[in-house]
């Protein structure tokens, strides 16, 4: 039976195409195969530091620890809303795949919009652009995307792209061009048929800071079981308050998320806290640069499921 004619079905396919885009927000573009995000860290087992490319420590410091296992942590990288001319770094952590230079490059010109908003950056992808082929040859390597890509026409725009790709790549060993085309046609804008990344067309993303509120519910309209705030890069946080829209402090015990990517909070008693009200986080994380943000913020608060099945 096709999905429509299953209301179960249909609403169980909802539920894990919502829990997965929530978590790809949520979580910054994180590549994690086999990660539950919901998890306590002393659940995952034993734990070990990721593998941090050059630079990932340039713009975020020291990788956190993570579950055991061959993680790796990278910056990706995407134009700024405001000025296509430079790029925007943020953390991804992936897990060890076949491939994994081709894996990024789809994420990344496929990536939601919504993902990057809180961050400043956007998609400069057409939407429906898909990479056709990936292969390196000696410390160049060559990106052929979907015609999608050939339809932008904005010069500051294909610039975009190309600056993406090519500062993502070249934290891959050996690689120091990038050749990107659209089903066989060069999207050239530098002067030349290839790209080479370059520092100054970085922006530093600046002191750490929330991006989002997520709360899990027991059941439908049940107690808030735990409330996570998320944070656009590893950090520690060093205060943490959680109020109501109404100012009442929700008081409980604060745990820190997976990845070190901000807190979690389970209530200590059942506030009466809706999807969509505004709540108000008090805040001061210092990321491992020793970069240092503090103020406070209000976010909307979203539903994560607690299943996904």
């Not at 060890?96 to 919504?114: A, C, F, K, N, T």
């Not at 040859?137 to 999608?148: A, I």
């Not at 402090?249 to 009200?277: C, H, N, T, Y």
Request: proline letters at 8%; glycine letters at 10%; hydrophobic letters at 40%.
């Amino acid at each position: 039976m096709h999905p429509r004619g299953n209301p179960d079905r249909a609403r169980r396919i909802r539920v894990l195409r919502d829990f997965y885009r929530m978590y790809f927000l949520l979580a910054l573009a994180l590549l994690l195969a086999g990660c539950d995000i919901r998890k306590d860290l002393d659940e995952f087992g034993s734990m070990s530091r990721a593998h941090a490319s050059s630079a990932y420590l340039v713009y975020f410091g020291p990788a956190p620890v993570t579950p055991s296992g061959s993680y790796r942590a990278m910056a990706g990288f995407l134009p700024l809303a405001n000025d296509f001319s430079k790029v925007g770094p943020f953390p991804l952590f992936i897990a060890s795949s076949p491939e994994p230079m081709l894996r990024l490059v789809q994420r990344l010109v496929s990536i939601d919009p919504g993902v990057i908003e809180p961050l400043g950056l956007t998609n400069p992808f057409p939407h429906g652009t898909v990479v056709l082929s990936l292969r390196q040859q000696g410390d160049l390597v060559m990106v052929d995307l979907s015609r999608q890509a050939a339809r932008q026409k904005n010069f500051l725009v294909r610039r975009a792209m190309i600056m993406s790709l090519g500062h993502l790549l070249e934290q891959f060993p050996g690689v120091k061009r990038v050749m990107v085309s659209a089903e066989g046609v060069p999207l050239t804008t530098f002067g030349g048929m290839t790209f080479r990344p370059g520092s100054l067309q970085v922006v530093s993303p600046g002191p750490p800071r929330p991006v989002g509120v997520v709360g899990s519910w027991s059941g439908s309209g049940g107690k808030v079981e735990e409330i996570a705030v998320w944070f656009d890069r590893p950090v520690t946080v060093s205060d943490f308050h959680l109020r109501d829209d109404v100012g009442h402090v929700i008081i409980g015990e604060i745990k820190r998320q997976p990845f070190d990517l901000g807190v979690r909070l389970q209530p200590a008693s059942s506030p009466v806290l809706r999807e969509g009200m505004r709540v108000h986080v008090v805040w001061k994380a210092v990321d491992a640069l020793g970069d240092v943000g503090q103020g406070e913020s209000t976010f909307h608060l979203r539903h994560l499921p607690t299943t996904t099945h």
